[in-house]
């Protein structure tokens, strides 16, 4: 049994602490907000992730995850430190690195032995270096350690499997021997481990997500092709991922990419390029597309229902992503205060994200279910693809809404159906401008 100590209890630190300990580590996770660690310490959960409040119980009743705001209590007789904090964007895109200074400069000052410090937070090409001369010139008495970069490439809402099944572990660092015992903890997972050296090993996560966010945008720039050319982009993206070279996963059209990892982390690599005199074309066009989609939505709206003005409008869906309540970056965001902006009043349900939404969203009202959202309405805008919406009763959707109006910004339903049931709908790329089926 090893000991590890994960900083920072957010998405990726509180996912890794339940993981590594289920796999019997005796694993502590410290954070500095007290709050969180004492509605932790009592099974409560900060964030929502389907199983992790199963998998935290079920290890801190076992005695292998604990919690503390300690850092004397998490590096007691620890061998491996994981920093798993926060790394918002600045204001031109670079990422803030200010919680991982402090958590290496508290380190630094704390440890009394021997370290091994894995830097687990997606952090700028050059960070594992940094990290470690803040170390050297925070210690007050030099002890050694090694730092190794280990990405993250976790989902969120399937980040548990993700952490348990992963594709590949990615290691760097300049101490070869601190990267083998890193990758002694992963080999329970049987995943093929990538050794490298400290800035590949953080440009492999930047690359990684840069390249899911463009296929992304590829496939919202080709839905826009279909719409005006007659092509139906759901068969277009089947016909494409057949291709090996290609695949299916990210190539379904919508609202675009939202959440708190692609959208941070394109702005912040293309930082880095133009920093360092680099232009990088592709991944501006890949934000511009993105960027794009959220205002399209109200246009092809407006269009449906000509004007905007003291309409209803029930959104089904405000998290960026089925299966979390993250609402970072989501993009009925930006659609609600637009609508909201043209003169419409915003009800809106979410299985699982309102208590995150609602003081972030003052102007929409939060309904119990989805029909409470489409009562009265004068059109539906599907936002997110959670499964309750795929399986409505769209016969009782219809009878409910003051007009049969649905902009399925997702595509989960299929565009005869929708209007042999008398729904004037559109969904994006499907072929047709709006007459097809009319």
């Given amino acids: 049994m090893k000991q590890i100590c994960v900083i920072g209890v957010g998405y990726v630190g509180l996912v890794t602490a339940a993981c590594f300990s289920d796999l019997g580590n005796r694993v502590i996770a410290l954070d500095i907000a007290e709050n969180k660690v004492e509605m932790l310490r009592k099974g409560e959960m900060p964030i929502y992730e389907p199983g992790l409040k199963e998998l935290v119980e079920r290890n801190m009743r076992a005695g292998r995850l604990s919690f503390t705001t300690s850092y004397e209590e998490g590096l007691d007789g620890t061998q491996f430190v994981f920093i798993a904090v926060g790394t918002p964007s600045g204001v031109d895109g670079e990422a803030d690195l200010r919680y991982v200074a402090q958590a290496s400069e508290t380190v630094a000052k704390t440890m009394k032995a021997p370290l091994i410090i894995v830097n687990k937070s997606t952090v700028p090409v050059g960070t594992g270096d940094w990290v470690a001369d803040i170390i050297r010139k925070a210690q007050p008495q030099a002890i050694p350690f090694s730092v190794v970069s280990c990405p993250e490439f976790l989902r969120e809402g399937s980040a548990i499997s993700d952490f348990m099944q992963p594709h590949r572990t990615v290691l760097g660092s300049l101490d070869l021997d601190a990267a083998e015992m890193v990758a002694q903890l992963h080999l329970p997972l049987r995943a093929p481990i990538v050794l490298t050296d400290l800035r590949t090993a953080e440009m492999i996560k930047y690359a990684s997500n840069a390249f899911l966010a463009t296929k992304i945008s590829f496939i919202n720039e080709i839905a826009n092709i279909c719409e005006a050319l007659g092509a139906d982009v759901k068969e277009v993206a089947v016909g494409m991922g057949y291709d ?12 675009g990419y939202g959440g708190s990892c692609f959208p941070k982390d394109v702005k912040a690599l293309a930082y880095m390029a133009a920093d360092k005199g680099r232009h990088p074309q592709l991944l501006y066009a890949v934000m511009d597309i993105n960027n794009d989609r959220r205002p399209m939505a109200v246009t092809r709206l407006k269009e449906m229902l000509g004007d905007l003005q003291g309409k209803i409008i029930g959104l089904f869906g405000l998290s960026f992503k ?36 609602e003081p972030i969203m003052p102007g929409v009202k939060m309904c119990a279910d989805a029909y409470k959202a489409a009562e009265g309405a004068d059109a539906v805008m599907v936002v997110t693809e959670w499964n309750e919406f795929k399986q409505i ?46």
């Fill in 244 to 255: 090996k070279r290609i695949g299916p996963m990210f190539l379904d059209a919508g609202l």
């Fill in 393 to 438: 009763d769209l016969q009782k959707l219809h009878d409910l809404m003051r007009q049969p109006v649905v902009f399925d910004g997702r595509n989960i339903y299929e565009p005869e159906i929708m209007h042999r049931l008398g729904f004037h709908y559109r969904g994006l790329g499907r072929g047709y401008n709006g007459s097809k089926f009319e």
């Fill in 322 to 357: 089925p299966n979390t309540d993250d609402m970072r970056d989501a993009p009925a965001l930006d659609i609600a205060n637009a609508l909201i902006e043209a003169g419409a009043s915003v009800q809106a349900y979410d299985p699982v994200a309102m208590m995150v939404a």
